[in-house]
């Protein structure tokens, strides 16, 4: 079973500064997909970035950049630039979609980190 | 904001008591899926429908069911609720059902339910 571990509880980053949220993940595919979602304080769940893993290539929107080591099943989050609005709780998501073989296209969640941008 | 709409916002009801929440994708998405998100859990999946069909089910109890109704909305009916129930439970949508990068799935804002 894929399962998605985020050991950082909570962070704090000062606003301006850089910050990374770690994410590793575990399964036995190849071809999958991994997200970030972020959770503010209203408790929308906003997507921040996603990766396909076929893709060697790091995604980037914006401030936001992963960096994606399949071998290493890590896909850590970096936020370049925090801002006071980046406040939330960060989760980092894995599906296995039908497309590859899985059962169902459920997003898997890891528990989250709390980012706090300090000004 | 996501385009998925979910009512209502709030819920508080007491225990024993049924409810039902309501989803609207986005427009153009033909699947559902629900999600439940609590303190000891975390965000868990529920239940995904298709165009009308159940398509996949996860930790939802026999308490729980759902459908999807023609115009594509979709209603997670919650009975005989517990004190445990309480909880915000976020329905996402999707163009289909294939999954992945192609059909990322988009939030509603969630409905928050306690149970009394």
């Known amino acids: 079973a894929q399962t998605v571990t985020q050991s950082q509880p909570e962070m704090s980053v000062q606003e301006a500064e850089t910050v990374t949220l770690s994410c590793t993940y575990d399964t036995s595919e190849s071809n999958y997909y991994l997200f970030w979602y972020k959770q503010p304080p209203s408790r929308q769940m906003i997507l921040v970035i996603r990766q396909e893993a076929y893709k060697q290539q790091n995604a980037t929107e914006n401030r936001f950049s992963v960096n994606f080591q399949k071998a290493a099943k890590s896909f850590s989050l970096k936020i370049s630039d925090s801002q006071l609005g980046d406040t939330a709780m960060y989760f980092c998501a894995f599906i296995l979609p039908l497309l590859y073989g899985g059962a169902t296209n459920k997003l898997i969640f890891g528990t989250g980190t709390l980012l706090a941008v300090q000004p | 904001d996501s385009g998925v709409t979910q009512t209502p916002k709030h819920l508080i009801t007491a225990t024993g008591q049924r409810v039902t929440l309501r989803c609207s994708p986005r427009?153009?998405?033909?699947?559902v899926y629900w999600y439940q998100q609590s303190l000891d859990q975390g965000l868990q999946f529920l239940i995904q429908?298709?165009?009308?069909?159940?398509?996949a089910k996860g930790n939802i109890l026999e308490r729980f069911s759902a459908q999807q109704f023609p115009d594509l909305h979709s209603e997670l009916n919650l009975s005989s609720l517990e004190l445990g129930d309480s909880a915000l439970y976020f329905c996402?949508?999707?163009?289909?059902?294939?999954?992945?990068?192609?059909?990322?799935?988009?939030f509603g804002p969630g409905t928050r339910l306690l149970v009394l």
């Open positions: 429908y298709y165009n009308g069909e159940e398509r």
């Open positions: 427009s153009g998405d033909l699947s």
């Open positions: 996402a949508s999707s163009v289909g059902t294939s999954g992945g990068y192609q059909e990322t799935q988009y």
